[in-house]
T-cell receptor
Framework: DAMVIQNPRYQVTQFGKPVTLSCSQTLNHNVMYWYQQKSSQAPKLLFHYYDKDFNNEADTPDNFQSRRPNTSFCFLDIRSPGLGDAAMYLC????????????FGQGTRLTVV | ELKVEQNPLFLSMQEGKNYTIYCNYSTTSDRLYWYRQDPGKSLESLFVLLSNGAVKQEGRLMASLDTKARLSTLHITAAVHDLSATYFCAVDFLNNAGNMLTFGGGTRLMVKP
């Protein structure tokens, strides 16, 4: 059974048109993360939530926002997508602690046209 | 700033051969992960290494962690074509707000018949 579910798997959006990617989890984990992975690069952390506390990475552009309305769901909003935002977006969850690991969703591949 | 370096970044090898991928990191951490990624797919967890001297094996892959040297290795034994993929190591720096993953640059492995 899928534990971290991302929707949609593929998203095509127009340049400058706001887009939202979603992530849900059935693990009841208290931390949720969004990573961006551009072609042939490593995943890069954009931000994460510890419960309702939002933590932004210093170099995450303001164009990227996130919402976590409850434990199970987290959204990534891109306010004005540019061509450079085309990437795979990976959601992950974990339970804060010493001996835990992150569980990744299947990813959403975003294309900007 | 935590830096994670993998080498080689690209590896082409013949079936049946052995090889090792190296992952060096710059800051103390006791947790390191290895992931596999197939083209267009998300990350698949291979190994979670949680202490100095940890060694784990699954099939033809074996991972180890030396926290004093800040080095992890992923050893491939008698490679087969199905192992062709990109392999990432990721170092976990636990802080009060979650388990942050910093990824190495990835090693793209091609196993030729």
């Amino acid at each position: 059974d899928a534990m971290v579910i991302q929707n949609p798997r593929y998203q095509v959006t127009q340049f400058g048109k706001p887009v939202t990617l979603s992530c849900s989890q059935t693990l009841n984990h208290n931390v949720m993360y969004w990573y961006q992975q551009k072609s042939s690069q490593a995943p890069k952390l954009l931000f994460h939530y510890y419960d309702k506390d939002f933590n932004n990475e210093a170099d995450t552009p303001d164009n990227f926002q996130s919402r976590r309305p409850n434990t199970s769901f987290c959204f990534l909003d891109i306010r004005s997508p540019g061509l450079g935002d085309a990437a795979m977006y990976l959601c992950a969850t974990s339970l804060l602690g010493l001996n835990t690991e992150a569980f990744f969703g299947q990813g959403t591949r975003l294309t900007v046209v | 700033e935590l830096k994670v370096e993998q080498n080689p970044l690209f590896l082409s090898m013949q079936e049946g051969k052995n090889y090792t991928i190296y992952c060096n990191y710059s800051t103390t951490s006791d947790r390191l992960y290895w992931y596999r990624q197939d083209p267009g797919k998300s990350l698949e967890s291979l190994f979670v290494l949680l202490s100095n001297g940890a060694v784990k094996q699954e099939g033809r892959l074996m991972a180890s962690l030396d926290t004093k040297a800040r080095l992890s290795t992923l050893h491939i034994t008698a490679a087969v074509h199905d192992l062709s993929a990109t392999y990432f190591c990721a170092v976990d720096f636990l802080n009060n707000a979650g388990n942050m993953l910093t990824f190495g640059g990835g090693t793209r492995l091609m196993v030729k018949p």
